[in-house]
């Protein structure tokens, strides 16, 4: 009973003490991926990542209209929610166009694919990284870097994590697909790693001013980082949008989707067009995953990524910080009232039980 004492002493202290180390804005960006983009030469810039407002502002049926010639700032978002042992650390990578050279394929406008890092806190001002989670379309994949202790649980590790370094930091490498966008761990989602003779962007994180592609063959692009939880961005226009009439959302379709329309080419020609098709962290899924739900990779990832795996070790799934959960009950809502559209398989009351202001 000793021993069980000191080691939650122990935790506690750690989780105290790494907290105040470092701000989620610094954490986020230490370990911020190197992200190499395979591209396609009949379209370059809808391949450039971007910001979803890129265009001034946060109405989405009109962003496929607006991609004009891909001459604006990298962007990549994240945002962190801290358990009482774990950093659970999303990037999100927005492309205005998911779009295809190819007849009788579909298209559609927005897209956002992503991945989330577990980052144990282990006393260091930055912990270890120990797992990540990707989303390639409607399909989560998992990796581990090496020495992680985490083993495969209710799915099979899908691969390694490797790194590069930049700046001195050691950086996980991330790849996403061109036109469809895909998103795994570096190599495997695209054929693209960088060699000099193939179609790509390499980008990487920077603090001051962020780049734009100089075509689809950019080796070097600095992108900024953009808290998704900030107020007045994307999950702020998704709260805002979740108490308004459908009529009048501007971002979002319902719940963790965005809206999008047929309008400015998309679909033309012999392919088709799909509309409120693209989803965000709160809305990825994987649909063929068992009990693991639509939007874990925000409301509740501790649950994500111990149903993902095995082998976690001591693995909190209570929240210190969860953004995501006090947005949602801030706002209003609760069991009895949910936004369009949000998860059966979830219970809002029961997730909010997951907040904690001890870890003791």
């Not at 050279?101 to 270890?128: C, M, P, S």
């Not at 996403?176 to 990487?204: C, M, R, T, V």
């Not at 795996?309 to 009950?329: A, E, H, M, V």
Request: negative net charge; proline residues 5%.
């Amino acid at each position: 009973m000793l021993k069980k004492l000191i080691a939650l002493a122990a935790a506690a202290l750690l989780a105290a003490g790494s907290a105040q180390a470092v701000t989620t804005a610094e954490l986020a960006f230490h370990h911020a991926p190197v992200h190499y983009q395979d591209t396609d030469s009949s379209d370059y810039p809808s391949d450039y990542i971007t910001a979803f407002d890129y265009d001034g502002d946060r109405i989405m049926t009109n962003n496929w209209d607006n991609r004009g010639n891909g001459l604006w700032p990298a962007t990549v978002y994240y945002s962190v929610v801290e358990s009482c042992t774990h950093y659970f650390i999303s990037y999100a990578f927005y492309h205005p166009r998911d779009w295809s050279d190819t007849i009788f394929d579909q298209e559609h406008e927005n897209d956002l694919e992503g991945l989330i890092i577990a980052v144990r806190k282990d006393g260091t001002a930055y912990g270890t990284m120990e797992g990540m989670i990707t989303v390639f379309h409607t399909d989560f994949f998992s990796y581990t870097p090496p020495g992680s202790p985490y083993t495969n649980g209710h799915e099979t590790i899908d691969g390694k994590v490797s790194f590069e370094m930049h700046d001195g930091v050691n950086r996980m490498k991330t790849v996403q697909e061109a036109k469809g966008h895909g998103l795994k761990a570096w190599p495997y989602a695209s054929d693209f790693n960088g060699a000099a003779n193939q179609d790509g962007i390499i980008y990487y994180p920077t603090l001051g001013t962020p780049g734009v592609p100089t075509s689809g063959n950019d080796r070097h692009v600095n992108y900024r980082l953009v808290d998704m939880l900030a107020p007045g961005g994307m999950y702020s226009s998704a709260l805002s949008d979740a108490l308004q009439p459908a009529a009048q959302m501007l971002t979002f379709s319902t719940w963790g989707t965005f809206r999008g329309d047929k309008s400015g080419g998309c679909g033309s020609g012999l392919k088709t067009c799909s509309t409120n098709s693209a989803n965000t962290p709160w809305g990825w899924d994987d649909g063929n995953d068992g009990a693991s739900y639509r939007g874990e990779f925000g409301l509740d990832p501790a649950h994500l990524f111990s149903f993902y795996f095995g082998g976690t070790g001591n693995f909190s799934q209570k929240y210190i910080s969860n953004p995501y959960l006090t947005g949602l009950r801030n706002s209003g809502f609760y069991s009895g009232h949910t936004p369009a559209g949000f998860p059966s398989q979830l219970d809002l009351n029961t997730l909010f039980g997951k907040l904690t202001n001890s870890c003791s």
